[in-house]
């Protein structure tokens, strides 16, 4: 049974160093883009009788089944051949199926542990998703087999993406070593000229001598632009990459989803249903076309400098808010950058965060909630999120200063700039608004995690730990808060200006903060340090004392309660999530009747940022009974940027709004009311004609109380007024 089994082996690798040359020499014929003798030399494979060469003849010819069946039964028949199994996952995985090509992958490993191809094939799977892993596997592969130039080619790509442009040109160095026909080495070489607004990169020639259709070079290009947000750009090069090979689907997909996100959905159209039809049906293909039907669903409203595409089903709840919110961040913007925009401005909502997340594929990050390409902003609806969990206002300021750096910089600024800014404005509008400091952030303080300000912008892309996208934004934007507090707010701006000459981190640092990096690194360090020093040493205390106060609540011991939460409330002020000591002081203060003392605890909530509606209404409930109707307005108002999908929100602060005499305030929320198509139609249009008698707008109030009476024909309020005002 042994030897058997053995000599079986033996035979497969006489058999596949043969046939390996054959392939070989197809493949080399496709790769110098004489396409038609490859096809017929894949079609000469395609009646061998091996099941592995008609798997790689069909593969070759694009006829993607036929291969996947003759990879199984190549499988089947060479169950141990670990290199079968790696091009059947290669296959796979440009199949759209990097799950089971992973399998494969694994299974190949399992066989031979330092399999060169298996371990790129996971590196390749890792680098779809932006893992740190990517790198290591493609570092392992590179050592398994020093002639792979393929995983050099990797770490190349990986290098670029991660803004490491040395190390990029080390690898593209070492590919072409091996092979000075590496042209996906070239292809990164030339990308980086083009990054750099080199048009004539010798790379060019080099790769089209080797292969005159060699459209991959310009979709490279495409693919990085569109990393480093220069979408239009982008848009160019994956156009270019198609007239040299109008066969490149996946050049194709992608300038379809591009061209949807600068808002060009027709031609965008036709693109992807070119794709689809070519059986080219990657995810990103598929549900781009998906987003384009549903945008039936949605509707648009233009103004001077808005365009806004919100869904039927709430758009008239959502529109006001989002047009006056959209309009004052424009105009802060024009003054705070000095410089007006060109065009409106675009902002799509979606209700449903699974579309949303279709305008982000394919690009690094933690999940987001808004994005922004230049122009066009896509973002969560509050009703794609849960309660209290998203600031919709914060992060339409947010995307709005995207929309102006990317602009100001035509979109050549690394990207932990113009997230430190963008985090930087939301704290700018509101003390209130922008993150808190978080558990992670105080841990990878501790720890000594954060990076140094040249490197930051890898902390974006390929996360070494779990945490790290999220404390990245974070480190960002306290970097940007510390410079306009150092330097000015202008300073900012002058930084602005250099990054637009592609300048780089440690450049614009050096000639705009007059500090070598790694001293700019030392002095930001000790000042977030000594702002967040005593919450970062009482953190393990906080935590555990926080834990046992849990419980005390729990069991209802208010006393114990209230005297435990005071003591270790200041300890880390900034936390207002979940289980939070402010709320637990709350209720226990109310259940020995001191609402004064509740009230105030929950203020001191929400002007740190707390954002839990039901803790937001009772506090205004509160401050209502104790006739401080102006503060409970403005508790209810915070409610309006956080969920405002809340028809008892909406009754309770037009109420508030009319008793101060803020008429114009109270119609806004009643139409609000009855955007939200509540049950009760007639006592929401009665208060609605109220708030439009007291505004003097009379037409208007006749109407109302029309329409409350045609939901109740027997409404005495209603009847009463109406009377009133027909006299
Ligand atoms: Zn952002």
């Not at 051949?81 to 790696?86: E, G, H, L, S």
């Not at 549900?287 to 945008?295: P, Q, V």
């Not at 929309?403 to 690394?414: D, G, I, N, S």
Request: hydrophobic share 45%; proline share 4%; with cysteine.
């Amino acid at each position: 049974m042994r030897i058997k089994h053995n000599l079986l082996f033996f035979l497969c690798g006489i058999s596949f160093s043969l046939s390996g040359a054959v392939v070989e020499n197809c493949r080399d014929l496709s790769r110098r883009g004489r396409l038609s003798e490859a096809a017929r030399c894949y079609e000469k494979l395609a009646v061998s009788r091996d099941p592995y060469l008609r798997a790689e003849a069909f593969w070759g010819l694009q006829r993607y089944q036929e291969a996947n069946e003759q990879f199984r039964a190549a499988v089947k028949l060479g169950p141990k051949n670990a290199y079968y199994k790696v091009r059947w996952g290669r296959l796979l995985l440009e199949r759209f199926n990097p799950q089971e090509a992973a399998s494969l992958f694994e299974e190949a490993l399992a066989i031979d542990k330092n399999h060169p191809g298996a371990l790129l094939g996971l590196a390749l799977v890792a680098s779809e998703n932006f893992e740190n892993k990517a790198v290591e596997l493609a570092e392992k592969a590179a050592l398994a087999d020093p002639t792979l130039v393929e995983a050099r080619e990797l770490l190349a790509r990986l290098a670029l993406e991660d803004n490491n442009p040395q190390k990029a040109i080390e690898e593209c160095g070492k590919a072409l070593a091996i092979s000075p026909q590496a042209l996906d080495a070239m292809a990164i070489r030339a990308t980086m000229d083009w990054l750099n607004d080199r048009p004539d990169t010798p790379w060019l020639n080099r790769i089209l001598a080797i292969n005159p259709v060699y459209g991959e070079v310009y979709a490279t290009a495409g693919r990085f632009l569109v990393l480093n947000r220069r979408y239009e750009e982008g848009v160019r090069f994956y156009r270019k990459a198609l007239e040299l090979n109008p066969r490149l689907w996946e050049a194709r997909s992608e300038l379809g989803v591009n061209l949807m996100r600068l808002g060009l959905d027709q031609e965008a159209r036709t693109h992807l249903e070119l794709c689809y039809t070519n059986d080219y049906r990657s995810a990103a293909t598929v549900n781009s076309l998906r987003l384009l039907d549903s945008y039936k669903n949605f509707v648009t409203l233009k103004s001077d400098n808005t365009i806004l595409k919100l869904h039927k089903k709430e758009v008239e709840l959502l529109r006001p808010y989002l047009e006056a919110e959209l309009k004052r961040a424009i105009r802060t913007y024009e003054q705070k950058y000095k410089m007006r925009l060109a065009q409106p401005v675009q902002v799509e909502v979606y209700p449903d965060h699974e579309d949303f997340v279709v305008r982000t594929l394919g690009m690094p990050g933690l999940e987001a909630l808004g994005v922004s390409f230049g122009y066009s902003v896509a973002m969560d609806s509050p009703s794609a999120r849960r309660p209290g969990s998203f600031h919709w206002a914060s992060t339409v300021w947010h995307e709005l200063s995207h929309v102006f750096v990317l602009t100001a910089t035509r979109h050549r600024v690394p990207r932990w700039f113009t997230e430190g800014m963008a985090v930087h404005e939301e704290t700018a509008v509101s003390p209130e608004w922008g993150d808190r400091l978080s558990p992670n952030v105080i841990l990878a303080i501790q720890e000594k995690r954060l990076l140094p300000v040249a490197q930051l912008d890898r902390g974006f892309v390929r996360p070494t730990y779990p945490a790290q996208v999220p404390v990245s934004y974070f480190q960002a934007g306290q970097i940007c808060d510390y410079i306009a507090r150092q330097w000015g707010d202008e300073k900012l701006l002058d930084m602005i200006h250099s990054f637009a000459q592609l300048k780089t981190t440690p450049e614009v640092v050096e000639q705009q903060l007059g500090l070598k990096p790694e001293e700019f690194d030392r002095r930001f360090l000790a000042w977030l340090k000594a702002g967040t020093r005593k919450t970062v040493q009482s953190f393990a205390e906080w935590n555990k004392r926080l834990h046992a106060l849990a419980q005390l609540a729990a069991s209802a011991k208010y006393d114990e309660v209230i005297r435990e939460g005071r003591a270790i409330r200041d300890l880390y002020p900034d936390y207002v999530e979940a289980g939070n000591v402010y709320e637990f002081l709350a209720e226990a203060y109310l259940a020995k009747n001191d609402k004064a003392a509740a009230a105030a605890e929950l203020e001191r909530y929400a002007s740190i940022g707390g954002r839990n509606p039901a803790a937001l209404k009772k506090l205004a409930a509160l401050l209502e009974e104790l006739d401080r109707k102006k503060d409970a307005a403005a508790a209810l108002h915070r409610l309006n940027y956080v969920y405002p999908m809340d028809e008892e929100l909406h009754r309770r602060l037009g109420d508030l709004c009319l008793s101060a005499g803020n008429a114009q305030g109270a119609i806004g929320e009643y139409q609000a009311l009855l955007a939200l198509k509540p049950l009760d139609q007639a006592a929401a249009h009665f208060s609605l004609a109220k708030a439009y008698r007291a505004a003097n707008q009379l037409d208007q109030a006749r109407e109302h109380l029309l329409l409350a009476l045609e939901a109740a024909p027997g409404y005495k309020p209603a009847q009463k007024l109406l009377l009133e005002l027909v006299h």
